[in-house]
């Protein structure tokens, strides 16, 4: 795609943003839900099938629109961002990439429409960033598999038609024995047993779910059996790109929300954008977005020219989370008391900043992928 092919998309998103998914976030956020209608929005403008080939009946686009989507979509409202990605690159990535001829077509035309949504069933109470000891068990039954196990913090968990759930086929003590499984949540035997009570991204579901002796035919097993960690691990590469754009679509509404603010709060006499301790902080502000922005374009660009992006992904989200983390602070420093109120939406977008420290991959982990990646470069 050529640049203005995405600033067109970009406008249209922006648009789509402001209009549609803006006034409804601190209602999304109060109410602790989206509404149904916004999601059928979303599908129907692309927004949930935005890198599913045309023939599957996706937008067609490549994965650098795909961070744009998520990160105008979360300017106006991180729940809806969240769900956006979670979808996007947890559930329909891995069906594309790993996914037969008949899986694609099967689930994918549904998840474009956003006649389905989808989320990924990895964590349990027990295995967060250690997702390798995870102990749901998938038995094999001839024709079928029964999984039995709990999942936990699972976004878009209430919402979820197609799950991709992780599962030992052979019950090792490390990640060995991993298989991945297209699962059907309406399947008897799969149960939302709890929804969190959280500090940010309210309307975003995010549930534990417990799996019962849950049937899932043969045909739904995704790539080979015990090749499920691989699978997971790539999926997250690509998901934390969807994370760092949500990240900067928040850094994105604060700092625009405080350079306002300060050119119209008189203190002093004067704006108090006159003052050099403010504009430091906008200074500090914007270079941070525009460094997150940068890092995100190029984890995506690398991901589309299909080459390996895990050390610029894990890049983009420690760097845009942590960036998202520190403006939203200082963009509710600018407003002050009035900032820290609930008439205004800067608690919001810090509340809601935090947790891309810690989803897909903790500031932690995405430390040791990157170390990791870089240490390998030793001879
Ligand atoms: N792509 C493909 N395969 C990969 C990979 C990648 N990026 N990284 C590792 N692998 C493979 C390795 O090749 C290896 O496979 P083989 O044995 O076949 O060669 C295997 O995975 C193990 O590799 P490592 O020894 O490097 O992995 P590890 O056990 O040391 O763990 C880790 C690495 C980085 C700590 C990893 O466990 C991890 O990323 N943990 C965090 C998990 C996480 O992000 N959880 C979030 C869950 S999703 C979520 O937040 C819920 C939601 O709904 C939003």
């Given at each position: ?25 601190a209602d999304i956020d109060k109410n602790e839900k989206i509404p149904t209608e916004l999601i059928k929005q979303l ?337």
């Amino acid at each position: 795609m050529l640049l203005s092919d995405y600033q067109e998309l970009r406008d249209l998103v922006s648009r789509f943003a402001d209009e549609a998914v803006a006034p409804l976030a601190a209602d999304i956020d109060k109410n602790e839900k989206i509404p149904t209608e916004l999601i059928k929005q979303l599908g129907e403008n692309g927004f949930l099938g935005s890198y599913i080939p045309e023939e599957y009946g996706g937008a067609g686009m490549d994965y650098t629109s795909y961070s744009l989507i998520v990160e105008e979509i979360s300017r106006a409202c991180a729940s809806t961002g969240v769900l956006v990605s979670a979808h996007t690159s947890l559930c329909v990535w891995p069906i594309l990439a790993f996914g037969n001829e008949e899986q694609k077509k099967k689930y994918l035309p549904k998840l474009a429409s956003g006649e389905h949504i989808g989320c990924f069933l990895l964590s349990e109470p027990n295995a967060g960033s250690d997702a390798g000891s995870l102990t749901t068990y998938a038995e094999d039954k001839g024709d079928h598999y029964e999984i039995t196990g709990m999942k936990n913090w699972i976004t878009n968990g209430k919402e979820g038609n197609i799950a991709i759930c992780f599962a030992k086929t052979e019950k090792t003590d490390n990640y060995k024995g991993i298989s991945a499984f297209i699962v059907e949540t309406d399947s008897p035997g799969y149960e939302i047993v709890k929804i969190e009570e959280k500090l940010g991204i309210k309307g975003s579901s995010t549930a534990q779910i417990a799996l019962d002796k849950v049937k899932v035919p043969k045909e739904n097993l995704l790539g080979k059996e015990k090749k499920g960690f691989s699978i997971g691990m790539a999926t997250l590469d690509g998901g934390r790109i969807g994370i760092a754009s949500q990240a900067l679509g928040i850094a994105e509404a604060a700092f625009r929300y405080a350079r306002q603010y300060s050119s119209e709060r008189i203190q002093f006499g004067k704006p108090i954008s006159s003052l050099q301790a403010i504009q430091f902080m906008l200074a500090d502000m914007s270079t941070k977005i525009a460094a997150s922005r940068l890092l995100i374009w190029e984890a995506s660009r690398l991901k589309d020219n299909e080459k390996p992006y895990s050390l610029e992904s894990a890049q983009a989200k420690l760097f845009a989370a942590e960036a998202a983390m520190w403006i939203t602070t200082k963009a509710i420093q600018v407003c002050g008391g009035n900032g820290y109120t609930k008439e205004y939406p800067l608690e919001r977008y810090f509340r809601d900043a935090k947790i891309t420290e810690i989803y897909e991959g903790t500031s932690e982990i995405q430390r040791v992928v990157i170390a990791a990646n870089e240490l390998k470069k030793n001879k």
